[in-house]
């Protein structure tokens, strides 16, 4: 059996995601246990933070890597000022 592509992969994560989401709101709506809840919830920013990390692996790898060995210097910059407003933006 082949491996899947970091894309099937990535869209098999967020689909165990959105799961988790649905899995939350039921807790919510059956009243449960405030700290289950939060639990739940940390586990749903680790999954997403684990689904972020491997996008951006890919962005990097593939997005990144394309525009500096292209040589062209407004692709390049284009690039990394994506990345430097990304994570500015993180910060907030």
Do not use: P
């Amino acid at each position: 059996m082949a491996e899947k592509s970091a894309q099937a992969r990535i869209v098999d994560r967020l689909r165990r995601v959105e799961g988790q989401v649905r899995g939350v709101t039921q807790m919510v709506e059956d009243d449960r246990y405030c700290i289950d809840i939060l639990h739940q919830l940390q586990a749903v920013k680790s999954a997403l933070a684990r689904a972020e990390d491997e996008i951006l692996k890919k962005h990097a790898s593939h997005c990144v890597a394309e525009a500096i060995a292209s040589g062209d210097t407004h692709k390049q910059h284009t690039k990394v000022e994506e990345l430097v407003n990304l994570f500015a933006k993180a910060k907030r």
